[in-house]
């Protein structure tokens, strides 16, 4: 079970498709990115917030597993979930056509790294800990 999650509504691009009208595959991680800002921003920790907390969070691992192909110029429906938290940021996706079946799925992995030292830290800092809902500093 997810402990948080954002949606966002995108409109599919001309030129986010192949010659074949299909959503190229290396734009589903922009569309990830939208729903990541998303609920990011949901908390009040987006990426101006972590970098003025003073933390970087690299992406070091992305997922994507396409089970329909979607069209030009199709509406989606990109579903984000924060799934872990104390380590780590591990968030899933679905994508949805407007029909609500799942087209796409996928999760990303992110490390904070101190900016001051530029070593990943071991744990997720505070300043992300203390804008989760209902999550205890440890």
Request: aromatic share 10%; charged share 20%.
């Amino acid at each position: 079970m997810s402990i948080l999650e954002a949606k966002v509504e995108l409109t599919v691009a001309y030129h986010d498709c192949d010659p074949a009208g299909v959503v190229w595959h290396g734009n589903y991680l922009k569309y990830f990115d939208a729903a990541r800002c998303a609920l990011l921003d949901k908390i009040g920790y987006g990426y101006h917030e972590m970098e003025k907390s003073g933390f970087l969070w690299p992406l070091i691992d992305v997922q994507v597993r396409f089970v329909k192909a979607v069209h030009y110029p199709a509406t989606v429906t990109v579903v984000c979930r924060l799934e872990e938290y104390e380590y780590r940021l591990k968030l899933s996706y679905e994508v949805f056509n407007a029909a609500g079946e799942v087209t796409t799925r996928g999760s990303s992995v992110q490390v904070a790294v101190d900016m001051t030292t530029n070593e990943m830290c071991l744990g997720s800092p505070p300043e992300l800990l203390s804008k989760l809902p209902g999550v205890e500093e440890g």
